[in-house]
T-cell receptor
Framework: GENVEQHPSTLSVQEGDSAVIKCTYS??????FPWYKQELGKGPQLIID?????GEKKDQRIAVTLNKTAKHFSLHITETQPEDSAVYFC??????????FGTGTSLTVIP | NAGVTQTPKFQVLKTGQSMTLQCAQD?????MSWYRQDPGMGLRLIHY???????DQGEVPNGYNVSRSTTEDFPLRLLSAAPSQTSVYFC???????????FGPGTRLLVL
């Protein structure tokens, strides 16, 4: 099956700096790559996603890039704010199949 | 819309007991799934369903059963609880496996 690896496991940045989280996947058939944010005591919530026919997608301070050749995708958060502090998960899936999640990155934004 | 609801929020079981974790969604989603979340392990898929009457195993199915008799409901059954099943359980739903997944608030399970 698919194997998704996520790095780093923890990340601390100063408020206003950028944060980058990277994921790799193993199955070249994967075609959907969502990113989730999980706050303490809550379920994960989708923040951005990208499909295999797109190289980059941006939504305000959040962007995701996908490199299909290298089989990796990254989450970029610019101008970080304390409310960005949370655990972030990447995932990969194939049409009609299951989702595979990375192990998560705990992001702390220091005011 | 209530979205994805899960009950109970918290449960304590003794080893060997059985129980059912409830999950319901009101978004007419075909795809539903159950995950367990353990520290440092991320979210691991237990079982999933691509529509009523269809279920399949995920990464960690042992000790769990599911059924999908309606589009709305996807209960997870623990047949004989073990301490290794102590975890936080999340149910999620989406239109299909390449659309946004919506997660429920989770059920914290402690097996003594």
């Amino acid at each position: 099956g698919e194997n998704v690896e996520q790095h780093p496991s923890t990340l601390s940045v100063q408020e206003g700096d950028s944060a980058v989280i990277k994921c790799t996947y193993s199955d070249s058939a994967s075609n959907y790559f969502p990113w989730y944010k999980q706050e303490l005591g809550k379920g994960p919530q989708l923040i951005i996603d990208i499909r295999s026919n797109v190289g980059e997608k941006k939504d305000q301070r959040i962007a995701v890039t996908l490199n299909k050749t290298a089989k990796h995708f990254s989450l970029h958060i610019t101008e970080t704010q304390p409310e960005d502090s949370a655990v972030y998960f990447c995932a990969a899936s194939i049409t009609g199949n299951q989702f595979y999640f990375g192990t998560g990155t705990s992001l702390t934004v220091i005011p | 819309n209530a979205g994805v609801t899960q009950t109970p929020k918290f449960q304590v079981l003794k080893t060997g007991q059985s129980m059912t974790l409830q999950c319901a969604q009101d978004m007419n989603h075909e795809y539903m799934s159950w995950y367990r979340q353990d520290p440092g392990m991320g979210l691991r898929l237990i079982h999933y369903s691509v529509g009523a009457g269809i279920t399949d195993q995920g990464e960690v199915p042992n000790g769990y059963n599911v059924s999908r008799s309606t589009t709305e409901d996807f209960p997870l059954r623990l047949l004989s609880a073990a301490p290794s099943q102590t975890s936080v359980y999340f149910c999620a739903s989406s239109l299909d496996s390449t659309e946004t997944q919506y997660f429920g608030p989770g059920t914290r399970l402690l097996v003594l």
